[in-house]
């Protein structure tokens, strides 16, 4: 098993300009709150290989890369999902190359796994997370499943209270 960490002190393994290695750790990641809804990873502890390149002028290009699975209420139809996502983020650190090549989670020489793995995460979600890619939902009249609902649901449309004096017309 990973060890497990927040952050990781990335002066720790000596690189030299050009240098690089490979680390298998393990992440925990906070809960998602979406839609007013509960989104926790399954498991809370997520196993990351995390690839460290040095680079000349003491910086550093970064590697994340992770499987996540999400579990919270369908966006439609409020059964239980439990979507998973494959997560492949990269960061370059190197001081004094301007704001494009600095990274908010590099500060000197350590790392926050923590934080890069949940924002990583958060941005490979998609806009709704269903419990199946083809979820028909809830019927907006009665709230029933319409996954579980016979193909022919449907409910008499009720007439439009605006053009309710166009009945009372009489052509004869």
């Not at 680390?23 to 460290?52: C, K, M, N, T």
């Not at 960061?91 to 793995?117: C, F, I, K």
């Not at 924002?119 to 490979?124: R, Y």
Request: proline share 8%; with cysteine; glycine share 8%.
């Amino acid at each position: 098993m990973a060890p497990a960490t927040d952050s990781f002190d990335l002066a720790g393994l000596r690189l030299s300009s050009g240098e690089g290695r490979r680390l298998h750790l393990e992440v925990a990641i906070d809960p998602f709150e979406l839609g007013g809804e509960r989104y926790v990873l399954q498991p809370p502890s997520q196993p990351v290989r995390l690839d460290v390149s040095r680079t000349i002028g003491n910086g550093y290009v970064l590697r994340l890369r992770f499987v996540a699975r999400l579990g919270g209420p369908c966006m439609r139809c409020l059964a239980p999902a439990t979507p998973h996502f494959e997560v492949d983020a990269r960061e370059v650190a190197q001081p004094g190359g301007g704001d494009e090549l600095e990274s908010p989670y590099v500060t000197g020489d350590e790392l926050h796994l923590r934080d890069w793995a949940r924002d990583a995460l958060a941005l490979s979600l998609p806009t709704q997370l269903l419990c199946r890619a083809q979820c028909a939902g809830l019927c907006a009249i009665c709230g029933a499943d319409l996954n579980l609902a016979a193909s022919d649901h449907e409910h008499a449309s009720e007439p439009d209270p605006r053009w309710a004096k166009l009945s009372e017309l009489r052509f004869e």
